[in-house]
């Protein structure tokens, strides 16, 4: 949780940092004097100087301001260091800084992930995974609570696979036969109840993300592993050993992909007929289909048809809806530009963006798009930001970037209260050869500040409804079975939601003891190292 907390405060603070840096250098530029500098809201925790500036660190983390001498119009004495006392074009030249280095920090950002290698949006393969590091067969939450320390694992080429249980080994005897032990790295939670165990010592995100697609937890347990070459001839070594099912459930599961004949390189053209324009279209047509896949493909200048048998699987979610993971075990080719490229690629993206709010703006205003949809409050982005940092630092920093430029573009609407509208009043200014009365401009940066806070207690309790929705269920009767076997601890009921304090250790020991529970509703929280399960109850 504090994690999450630090990793949402770091966004926020690196968009408005950003954003009030460039007030900031355009005053400075401008020859106007910043009183101050500061990060955050509240009585400041740390203040220093620096020049004429006070750079301010505040207690409560959520934005930062910058200001001016000379701000207010009324309390201005038009000093030539003050806000006010400089002619109109150089007033927006300060405002509008501020979104402006809101455009480029996105730019800095596409800049350095185009430079550094990014996965193209081109139906192009860029990686086949041959074999799946993994056992071939499914075993159960249940099951796997049953394995004991000191089972054994064999090694070939390098990864490490797991056999199944192996009665009563003396570990001197082994370690004299030269086994060596290993401890689990992570065991993988994947399809509704059912686990696979990924006994590889190292494993890339990528072959994580494909495989399981559902996330990962650690589970301290023990074993013993052996090059397979010779591996029979020792084990027979060992007295009542059963050896005859080691090498069954083991065999290396082969991608439909690489068996199909798929290679790096190859441009996908259609699926089943259906032309693919981009990654994003060929994996919703993966998803959806249900038969036996037709690729056409470019190789080499020439034409080719494909068939292709996806590996599919059928689970429910932590929210009890049913979903479908068809793998093909393809990846997406990772575009590496120069420096240069990159950067003219960064420009090409950030219009496509810009071409992409800027439809969905029209939308909205024309009543075609909901506001629940279109808009997120500060509950939703901190929500999005926390998922998408755990996908990795490219995913990560890619969402700043889309963030930063939404907040440019928004803040230069001709809106009160908002750069845009201050830039709005400034054109006014200008074309009347004088500036509206102050009266004037407090009642409408007034009520622009109004119809904002409503707009945001709007969003935000759209954010509430959204993550509601996503919150599992499960039934009254259930939770206080599950109170009364000793797992969960009711600690306070707020409505139709009611709140768990999980002890880790009686939910291991005790959740076998719950025959018609979920598990997975319950081991997705405890897996994320949560302590806290919020469920809906139903009514029940």
Not at 91 to 115: D, M, Q, S, Y
Not at 496 to 521: A, M, N, P, R
Request: net charge positive; glycine share 8%; with cysteine.
């Amino acid at each position: 949780m504090l994690l999450n907390i630090l990793i949402f405060l770091f966004t926020l603070s690196l968009l408005v940092v950003s954003h009030e840096f460039g007030h900031f250098l355009g005053a400075r530029l401008s020859g106007v004097k910043v009183e101050k500098f500061a990060l955050g809201f509240g009585p400041p925790l740390v203040k220093f100087n620096l020049k004429e500036t006070t750079l301010l660190v505040c207690l409560i983390p959520l934005g930062g301001y910058v200001k001016l001498a000379g701000d207010q119009r009324g309390a201005s004495h038009y000093e030539d260091y003050e806000f006010f006392s400089k002619p109109v074009g150089v007033r927006a030249k300060i405002v509008f800084f501020g979104p402006l280095f809101n455009f480029i920090l996105t730019l800095l950002i596409f800049w350095g992930i185009f430079t550094t290698g990014f996965p193209s949006s081109q139906p192009i393969i860029g990686k086949i995974i041959k074999y799946a590091p993994i056992p071939k067969s499914e075993f159960t939450f249940k099951e796997l609570e049953k394995l004991k320390e000191n089972h054994l694992v064999y090694e070939e080429d390098r990864e490490k696979y797991f056999a199944w249980t192996i009665p009563k080994i003396n570990l001197e005897r082994l370690k004299s036969l030269g086994f060596t032990q290993y401890q689990i790295q992570a065991v993988v939670s994947a399809y509704g109840d059912s686990l696979r165990a990924v006994a590889k010592k190292n494993f890339s995100s990528e072959e994580v993300a494909t495989l399981v697609q559902k996330g990962l937890a650690s589970h301290k347990l023990i074993y013993w592993s052996y090059p397979r070459k010779n591996l029979e001839e020792k084990l027979s070594q060992l007295k009542g050993v059963d050896t005859s099912h080691l090498f069954k459930i083991l065999e290396k599961y082969s991608y439909p992909g690489y068996r199909a004949g798929l290679k790096e390189g190859d441009r996908i053209l259609e699926v089943n007929g259906k032309k693919v324009r981009s990654w994003q279209e060929l994996s919703q047509l993966i998803r959806e289909s249900n038969s036996l896949l037709t690729f056409k493909i470019l190789r080499e200048d020439k034409e080719l048809l494909v068939k292709v048998n996806p590996y599919r699987f059928t689970f429910k979610n932590p929210w009890g809806e049913e979903e479908q993971i068809a793998i093909v075990g393809i990846g997406s080719k990772v575009v590496e530009g120069n420096f240069v490229v990159s950067f003219f690629k960064a420009w090409g993206r950030m219009g496509e963006l810009c071409f992409i709010i800027g439809k969905s703006l029209l939308l909205l205003i024309l009543k075609k798009l909901p506001l629940k949809e279109a808009v997120a409050g500060p509950i939703g982005v901190g929500f999005l930001t926390v998922q998408v940092a755990k996908a990795g630092l490219v995913p990560f920093f890619n969402l700043v970037g889309v963030l930063s430029l939404s907040l440019g573009i928004i803040n230069l609407f001709p809106f009160p209260v908002l750069d845009g509208g201050h830039l709005f009043l400034m054109l006014l200014e200008k074309l009347k050869k004088k500036p509206l009365s102050e009266k004037c401009e407090e009642v409408v940066n007034r009520i622009g500040l109004s119809i904002l806070v409503a707009l945001m207690v709007i969003v935000s309790y759209n954010d509430i409804i959204r993550l509601r929705e996503r919150t599992p269920k499960i039934s009254y009767s259930l939770a206080k079975r599950l109170s009364q076997v000793g797992i969960v601890k009711e600690i306070e009921n707020d409505g139709d939601y009611i709140f768990w304090e999980v002890s880790e250790k009686e939910l291991k020991e005790k959740l076998k003891d719950i025959s018609s529970l979920d598990t997975q509703k319950v081991l997705s929280s405890w897996r994320n190292s949560l302590k806290v399960i919020r469920v809906r109850l139903d009514n029940e």
